[in-house]
């Protein structure tokens, strides 16, 4: 959801939601409104000769969507596994595909205007999937920028 209020100056901040998700121990977001769902781990079909990042496709109520792992996709070596991972289902301009991730968080609120550039580290490939970053008390969230992430070019 997206909402347009006015700071002290009169100038328009705009209010997005973002889920928190976790791509091994890295936190990351994306604007709840890019998300279908969010589902646990289900068959996967392999696709022959898909980049190694590419896990397989699966058949959602007759949709076939290709899943990514995000964390290869990353750079950050493979998901692992287990309870806590999920397939974020998100609708891009082909139809639907989805990335796995470690495990999903919250949904916070946040103004577009407190992103700031990702920082020098993040630069090279995995940096380049990122859009910007939002500082917490403790922590940076970096946003993903959906469409670079599923570009299939490498």
Same mark, same amino acid.
């Given at each position: 959801m997206q909402e347009t209020t006015m700071d002290?100056?009169?100038k328009a901040q705009k209010n997005i939601e973002l889920a928190t998700f976790y791509v091994g121990e890295a936190v990351c977001v994306m604007n709840i409104l890019q998300?279908?769902?969010i589902n646990k781990i289900m068959q996967l079909t392999p696709v022959p000769?898909?980049?190694e990042y590419v896990m397989g496709v699966?058949?959602?109520? *007759?949709?076939i969507v290709t899943i990514l792992d995000?964390?290869?996709k990353l750079g950050l070596g493979d998901t692992a596994i287990d309870d806590n991972s999920?397939?974020?289902i998100v609708n891009t301009h082909d139809g639907s595909a989805g990335v796995l991730v470690s495990r999903i968080s919250d949904v916070v609120a946040a103004e577009t205007s407190s992103m700031e550039k990702p920082p020098t580290n993040m630069s090279g490939i995995q940096g380049s999937f990122f859009? *910007?970053?939002f500082k917490t008390?403790?922590?940076l969230i970096g946003v993903l920028d959906l469409d670079k992430v599923m570009g299939l070019e490498e």
């Open positions: 002290g100056d009169g998300i279908q769902e000769q898909a980049p699966l058949n959602l109520r *007759g949709k995000l964390a290869k999920r397939n974020i859009a *910007g970053v008390e403790n922590t």
